[in-house]
């Protein structure tokens, strides 16, 4: 027999009979060679590439020619995640400027009140941004314990000594300036979950380690949150403890689990408040709720300016919806008056740029080798672009109202802060992958001698 180009695999080589020499030389009778245009039994037509094939070869081919390779890596994902952060900051000033600036006015402010306290968030967020960037990850480990603690006190507090807004209780005043721990809480779980998943990374296949202590100490961030009405941040927050597991490796079957009890904690929640049956009801029907209240009304007025902005928008600034028919449009409503006023090309290019983002740091951890790494990144990835997609839902009306902010677009000096260092936590891995010679110098370094881990800084 003719052997054939194709080499049969090692178990059935090792198992196989051995042959006569005749045999093996290809001289028995009745034999002869496969003709080679007979294509093989089983295999697909010559020359067909399944579409989902051909896509990702190309995915992979175009971020090969824009990443490069070996030390000829030009950190082309670092600088994606740089300038697709620092643009959507950029235009969440301007629409917050333009967003709040009719209501300012109405209410005997300068219509630059609201820009300006965002605009100082974002310069506070990108210096830190660029610190974290600069600090190897692994240095942060020692701050997941303490950053979790810290993370009940803050939560504790808003209980009791918290401001109260539309009915959810999730501010903490200092000095005029208002801190919202739930954001802060979400880099602090993230961070522990990372840490406290590295440790048990080969003990995560038994149910025990899995629930032990990650479930406990996650259920109380989620129970602190909702205690304060805020069922939006929550829901965010078991979307991270979700994405922190599955990035761990978690069999599959415990999502399952976790997915029927949260499905019931939240008709739970909805059922016994009777606000947010308004709001279900309100988004099923169309109709508003008994005595006249519209809890659709923030939706409905926000399609009204995604519709009337058409393809290029009314103009910056030129907005119909922000005269009080949105409530609060800076706010959770931002991406309906970006809609009105830059029009549809707007709104895709703040797609795009989330797009870009969650490609580029998806490029991120899929390079990850340590554990740790890898659910640091993934969790951040499916924060921002998971909060990112739930309030553009909203808007549209794809989703009940929910109170979830448009991540660096929307009003909220706590959540841009905190959106800014998860993104310089990101940054500092993706400058790991960058070729020696184009890396951006590090601050902090963390090496280990003789067993100890310290710190050490490098000149610039």
């Known amino acids: 027999m003719v052997s054939t180009p194709t080499r049969a695999p090692a178990?059935?080589?090792?198992?196989?009979?051995?042959?006569?020499?005749?045999?093996?030389?290809?001289?028995?009778?009745?034999?002869?060679?496969?003709?080679?245009?007979?294509?093989?039994?089983?295999?697909?037509?010559?020359?067909?590439?399944?579409?989902?094939?051909r896509l990702r070869g190309w995915y992979r081919s175009f971020w090969a020619k824009l990443e490069g390779t070996g030390k000829s890596r030009n950190g082309s994902t670092y600088y994606l995640i740089l300038g697709s952060t620092l643009a959507l900051t950029a235009i969440g000033i301007m629409m917050v400027l333009s967003a709040s600036s009719v209501e300012a006015i109405a209410a005997g402010e300068s219509p630059y009140t609201a820009a300006l306290k965002q605009g100082m968030f974002a310069a506070i967020g990108v210096f830190l941004m660029f610190v974290l960037s600069r600090v190897n990850v692994v240095w942060l480990k020692r701050l997941a314990w303490p950053g979790i603690a810290?993370?009940?006190?803050?939560?504790?507090?808003?209980?009791?000594?918290?401001?109260?807004?539309?009915?959810?209780?999730?501010?903490?005043?200092f000095g005029g300036i208002t801190f919202q721990p739930s954001e802060a809480a979400k880099l602090a779980l993230a961070l522990w979950m990372a840490t406290v998943l590295?440790?048990?990374?080969?003990?995560?296949?038994?149910?025990?380690?899995?629930?032990?202590?990650?479930?406990?100490?996650?259920?109380?961030?989620?129970?602190?949150?909702?205690?304060?009405?805020?069922?939006g941040t929550g829901m965010i927050i078991m979307m991270i403890m979700a994405a922190a597991l599955f990035f761990a490796g978690v069999p599959l079957y415990m999502f399952g689990i976790a997915a029927l009890i949260?499905?019931?904690?939240?008709?739970?929640?909805?059922?016994?408040?009777?606000?947010?049956?308004?709001?279900?009801?309100?988004?099923?029907?169309?109709?508003?709720c008994g005595e006249g209240i519209d809890a659709n009304y923030q939706s409905t007025n926000g399609l009204y300016g995604l519709a009337s902005g058409g393809w290029l928008g009314v103009g910056l600034g030129q907005s119909r919806q922000k005269y009080s028919w949105i409530p609060e449009a800076h706010n959770d409503f931002i991406f309906a008056i970006i809609g009105e006023e830059l029009g549809l090309v707007g709104t895709?290019?703040?797609?795009?740029?989330?797009?870009?983002?969650?490609?580029?740091?998806?490029?991120?951890?899929?390079?990850?080798?340590?554990?740790?790494?890898?659910?640091?990144?993934?969790?951040?990835m499916v924060w921002l672009l998971g909060q990112a997609t739930v309030n553009?839902?909203?808007?549209?009306?794809?989703?009940?109202?929910?109170?979830?902010?448009?991540?660096?677009?929307?009003?909220?000096?706590?959540?841009?802060?905190?959106?800014?260092?998860?993104?310089?936590?990101?940054?500092s891995l993706a400058r790991e992958q960058m070729a020696p010679s184009v890396q951006p110098k590090r601050l902090l370094k963390f090496r280990t001698k003789g067993g100890r881990p310290h710190t050490s800084r490098k000149r610039k």
């Open 11 to 53: 178990a059935k080589q090792r198992g196989a009979t051995r042959l006569p020499p005749a045999t093996r030389t290809g001289k028995a009778a009745g034999t002869r060679p496969p003709s080679p245009q007979a294509p093989a039994r089983g295999t697909a037509r010559a020359g067909h590439v399944p579409p989902l094939a």
């Open 150 to 173: 810290g993370a009940y006190v803050l939560l504790v507090l808003v209980l009791l000594i918290g401001t109260s807004t539309n009915g959810n209780q999730n501010w903490i005043e």
């Open 198 to 231: 590295a440790v048990k990374a080969k003990l995560l296949h038994r149910w025990q380690h899995v629930v032990v202590p990650v479930l406990p100490v996650a259920a109380g961030i989620i129970g602190l949150v909702l205690a304060g009405n805020d069922l």
């Open 262 to 288: 949260a499905v019931a904690g939240a008709g739970f929640m909805a059922v016994t408040s009777s606000n947010r049956m308004c709001r279900i009801t309100s988004w099923w029907t169309g109709n508003s």
């Open 348 to 380: 895709v290019v703040v797609l795009i740029l989330f797009a870009i983002l969650g490609a580029a740091i998806y490029r991120v951890v899929v390079a990850q080798e340590d554990l740790f790494h890898r659910v640091l990144a993934g969790t951040i």
């Open 392 to 427: 553009m839902s909203v808007v549209t009306g794809l989703v009940p109202v929910i109170g979830v902010p448009l991540p660096f677009i929307s009003y909220g000096g706590s959540a841009l802060l905190m959106s800014l260092c998860a993104v310089g936590v990101v940054l």
